[in-house]
């Protein structure tokens, strides 16, 4: 049984390399992928509720989905609060990050619970969240390439806030 849960891994694609708390880090994640029994309890309990977290988050609509969007919220706060327990050869800020990242993937503010109100959506998929509109403008350039303007009249980009379309001059 492989378990992928590769946002957890500190360096992407390093899995067992790093230093000290990074190597150990790294390690207790690919010892889950490859065979979860070799982990401990406590280990595994962490890697299986972050797998299971993803799983739902990969499965449902985002933050306009106000009744996931709360459940969402819950699931993440309950593995925030799980971090205070033994974590093994676990991270905690590695984890702690994950749980922030995982509520921005999915649309919500990782203090508040909130749904984020500036969203990057490309050909009617939402592709990323966030709490101003400076970093959605930004990331839209970043990854276009090109002006947020011809982005979202050309490309098929768009940026909303708060669920509708920011209308961009050329």
Not at 3 to 21: N, V
Not at 53 to 60: F, R
Not at 101 to 111: F, T
Request: aromatic share 10%; hydrophobic share 40%; net charge negative.
């Amino acid at each position: 049984m492989t378990k992928t849960i590769p946002s957890l891994i500190t360096a992407p694609g390093a899995d067992r390399l790093g230093t000290g708390w990074a190597r150990r880090h790294n390690a207790c994640i690919a010892d889950y992928r490859e065979r979860p029994d070799s982990v401990t309890r406590d280990e595994r309990a962490i890697l299986a509720l972050a797998d299971g977290i993803d799983q739902y988050i990969g499965s449902t609509a985002g933050p306009a989905d106000y009744i996931r969007a709360g459940i969402v919220w819950q699931l993440l706060q309950g593995f925030g609060s799980s971090l205070d327990f033994s974590l093994g050869r676990l991270d905690g800020g590695t984890l702690s990050a994950w749980q922030f990242a995982q509520a921005e993937r999915y649309g919500i503010d990782g203090d508040t619970g909130e749904p984020l109100p500036y969203a990057i959506a490309r050909d009617g998929e939402t592709v990323a969240h966030f709490s101003d509109e400076g970093e959605a403008f930004a990331y839209l350039q970043r990854v276009q390439g090109q002006s947020a303007a011809w982005a979202t009249h050309y490309a098929g980009w768009a940026m909303l806030h708060n669920g509708e379309p920011v209308v961009f001059n050329l």
